[in-house]
């Protein structure tokens, strides 16, 4: 049997059961963002790792090498952002073609320095060796949150307000400009450059970590459509998305227009926006909204609820009439 | 420039300096075997990461990937051990071929769960997915020990002896028989065995960290003579090396003999051995080694002394005369 016939997912489920004997000592998050561990009195520890491989994540082509370094630890910032967590340390193991150009790495290592620098996350280590073709980078971000406070996937209730910290399917459109070998002109670059260097929310994960009423939350990096259930599933609920309220770009928008897309399913099944999906008690859904909004530059918008249903199921409503997503996880809606 | 040219301490190097001004909060280690970081009042968390790629350290059709498994915790755990230190979690990142039979990752992860389940070190998260040609594995590791009681490279001192928990090649060995196609026989197996299946120094580790009069601590992955060279710097010392006291295994001494090796040259330059090289206060000595080989079945063997001298070489004595070690870190002796 092929890897590709189970997938990622099959994969873990096969060797996990095989791993409960060993004692955790307290922690837990497997499956969520990040792993939590205990740490002091006060405070307990998340921790996450992502690889990165050429041809599969990146093609080196179509990003910069600064670029790439500030993605690489991006993408493990928003798991950390995810857990309403401050991270504390990072570890960059990497494996370098022979024949590559030092001042390519020198660029790639100021792109992870500039967002280091910028949420004062040290790098403490990591691993550098040979590849023999493909440019590979494993980061591993530990983080930290008051013990009891890291936000979980299975924190969610029903009747909670379901939000995202910016509008969706910029990234996914940026992927596009580049797999159709599209020339990037105009707004269009906004889509791009999110695509290559996506923003961690790591201080509007603190905020909302902070306020009354803040349930599960996650980082998008899949896409609503696939993120979600990870939700529902945690959570044992059910959610109902309002497709005219998910937020979307003015550069989506125009992309879209121009070159034929369907900009929600891009919003929708669009995978690394890297935004945070958080649910909030409907009671001070509105203040919390609000008031978040006064912070950030980009708008906490509300895009629908946790339900009791548990078929497993997203509903997605449009102008009060149930819509139809066909094939999960990718572009392509139903009538 | 290409990296080939400045290497990878040279890379390190270039890019570490400009990392100086993101604030550390009380972590150390850098350039040891693991990073140390705070955790609680009594104790503090050690941390290392190993990046293994197909075809640059290990050949698919020369490793079982049970073997594969064991192993890419096993180099982990190994510099936990160097620090004195009891593993805690591991996180595993893993990129797989789509063409990868799941039979050959079952294996794998068997192999992973099993040097996990024989130190209690749980399996807390990590990432999977897929690799456009070459298996990558990236392991991160976490330990603790109790505060301010890691064990750096940094705390060798003149008159210190150097130990090393087991004999010698028998990796570098093992790897030259994969290398150079000759069929495994007899006593040679030992060898292909302890490249493939190197066993963690974990308990040897904790165990010399409570004696009084233990300095330094590392592992042995390059070499002796590549390694001892990160004790002399970090401490500010030379070394002198007996080698005559260097421990060898009949299984490398046979195949020596056999295939015309020098045993002394793969004993001391050769990589991957996983053994433990510790200094030890001189007047302890004596009473560590012989309480040692009462708990450990590889005897804890001093192969030479930490020194006064500057130059940063390592001094090569053979009966009573200097030797020399031409090219380092590869299996060249001079004469």
């Known amino acids: ?41 006060k405070n307990e520890q998340v921790v996450t790792t992502d690889l990165l491989i050429e041809d599969i994540h990146f093609l080196r082509k179509a990003i910069s090498p600064f670029d790439l370094g500030y993605k690489s630890l991006a993408v493990n910032l928003s798991d950390i952002a995810a857990m309403g967590a401050q991270p504390t340390s990072s570890f960059l193991s990497i494996a370098i073609p022979a024949d590559m150009d030092v001042e390519y790495l020198d660029e790639l290592m100021k792109g992870y320095h500039e967002l280091s620098n910028k949420y004062n996350v040290p790098l403490l280590g990591g691993d550098t060796t040979r590849s023999p073709d493909k440019l590979v980078i494993n980061v591993c971000v530990m983080g930290k949150t008051a013990k009891g406070k890291s936000r979980m996937r299975s924190m969610a209730q029903p009747d909670d307000i ?35 260097k996506p923003e961690p929310a790591i201080n509007e994960g603190l905020w909302l970590n902070k306020q009354e009423g803040i349930k599960a939350m996650m980082d998008l990096s899949d896409g609503v459509a696939s993120d979600l259930k990870h939700i529902m599933k945690q959570s044992q609920v059910g959610a109902t998305i309002q497709l005219e309220d998910v937020p979307m770009s003015e550069a989506l928008i125009y992309a879209s ?40 530059p980009y708008r906490l918008s509300p895009i629908g609820r946790i339900t009791q249903a548990k078929n497993g199921e997203i509903e997605w409503i449009k102008k009060d009439r149930p819509f139809e997503l066909t094939k999960e996880g990718f572009n392509h809606f139903g009538h």
Request: proline share 3%.
């Open 162 to 196: 379901i939000c995202v910290t910016g509008p969706l399917g910029d990234s996914a459109a940026g992927l596009k400009l580049i797999l159709e070998n599209i020339a990037v002109e105009g707004k269009s670059r906004d889509l791009l450059n999110w695509h290559n």
């Open 257 to 296: 227009e121009k070159y034929n897309w369907e900009p929600e399913a891009l919003a929708l099944a669009g995978g690394e926006d890297y935004r945070l999906m958080v649910t909030i008690d409907k009671t001070k859904s509105e203040k919390i909204i609000t008031e978040y909004n006064k912070h950030f």
């Open 1 to 41: 049997m092929k890897l590709s016939q189970i997938g990622e997912f099959g994969f873990i489920e096969r060797f996990s059961k095989n791993f409960a004997n060993i004692p955790t000592a307290n922690s837990k998050g497997i499956g969520d963002d990040c792993a939590i561990l205990p740490l002091d009195d």
